[in-house]
Nanobody, 124 residues
Framework: QVQLVESGGGLVQTGDSLRLSCAAA????????MAWFRQTVGKEREFVGQ????????SYADFVKGRFTISRDNTNNTMNLLMAGLIPEDTADYFC?????????????????WGQGTQVTVSS
């Protein structure tokens, strides 16, 4: 059974940094491209960033503007999202996802497995 478990969410202030982690189990981790999405109430889940299965390639949504960094550790089956310069608009539930597609504009349907999400709240 595949499991993706996010952790690291919480309440922070504007300008703070936060690191989210995604622990994977039940799959051959280095065979999957990984991504982060986020969602707020009443809105569609949106792409945040992705990392290729080797970890060499990364790409991010425009709104990230250099503030976020994705990394992965294929030895320990984990992926991280380091978020800096957080603003209230970053408040959302953050989800990690595993799939076999690394392309310019990923969509939800590109991913086979999802975590349950971790909540990030940025106060002003």
């Amino acid at each position: 059974q595949v499991q993706l478990v996010e952790s690291g969410g919480g309440l922070v202030q504007t300008g703070d940094s936060l690191r989210l982690s995604c622990a994977a189990a039940g799959l051959t981790f280095n065979n999957y491209d990984m991504a982060w999405f986020r969602q707020t109430v009443g809105k569609e889940r949106e792409f945040v960033g992705q990392i290729s299965r080797s970890g060499i390639l990364t790409s991010y949504a425009d709104f990230v503007k250099g503030r976020f960094t994705i990394s992965r550790d294929n030895t320990n089956n984990t992926m991280n999202l380091l978020m800096a310069g957080l603003i209230p608009e970053d408040t959302a539930d953050y989800f990690c996802a595993a799939g076999r597609t690394y392309r310019r504009t990923p969509t939800i349907s590109d991913y086979d497995y999802w975590g349950q999400g971790t909540q990030v709240t940025v106060s002003s």
